[in-house]
Nanobody, 126 residues
Framework: QVQLVESGGGLVQAGGSLSLTCRAT????????MAWFRQTPTMEREFVAT????????YLADSVKGRFTISGTNADNTIYLQMNNLKPEDTARYYC???????????????????WGQGTQVTVSS
C-alpha cells in the first residue's frame, strides 16, 4: 500500500470549477492505476474517474463526462481531477485511490483499490 495525499476541493457555486490533486508518497509498480471516488452520508462510494498511469488511459463515470477531466503523471505518481460546470449533485467527499493489481473489468470497483486517501470535501451551492 502507498499513502495518498489529496489537496484541493472547497466551496463553489453551481457552474464553477475546482481542481483536485492526489499524490502517492512512494512509487508503486505493476498495473499502476489511480482513481477518484466520491461519497456522501447517504450514498455508497461512487466511481468518478480512473487513469492507468503508464498508458494514461482514462475512464470517467457517465455522470461527469464532458465536465470532469482526469490526468496524471507516471513519473511523480500524481493525478489531477479538473471539475468544470459543477452541479449541486457533485457535492461529496472525494477520495483518491490507488492499485497496482487492478484488472480492466474492475476499474470502477472501489473494493479493488488497496490504498486510499483521507478525502477532500467538495461542496457546490445552488
Amino acid at each position: 500500500q502507498v499513502q495518498l495525499v489529496e489537496s484541493g476541493g472547497g466551496l463553489v457555486q453551481a457552474g464553477g470549477s475546482l481542481s483536485l490533486t492526489c499524490r502517492a508518497t512512494a512509487d508503486f509498480q505493476g498495473r499502476k492505476t489511480m482513481a477518484w471516488f466520491r461519497q456522501t452520508p447517504t450514498m455508497e462510494r461512487e466511481f468518478v474517474a480512473t487513469i492507468r498511469l503508464a498508458s494514461r488511459q482514462t475512464y470517467l463515470a457517465d455522470s461527469v463526462k464532458g465536465r470532469f477531466t482526469i490526468s496524471g503523471t507516471n513519473a511523480d505518481n500524481t493525478i489531477y481531477l479538473q471539475m468544470n460546470n459543477l452541479k449541486p449533485e457533485d457535492t461529496a467527499r472525494y477520495y483518491c485511490a490507488a492499485s497496482s493489481t487492478i484488472i480492466q473489468s474492475q476499474l470502477r470497483n472501489p473494493l479493488q483499490y488497496s490504498s486510499w486517501g483521507q478525502g477532500t470535501q467538495v461542496t457546490v451551492s445552488s
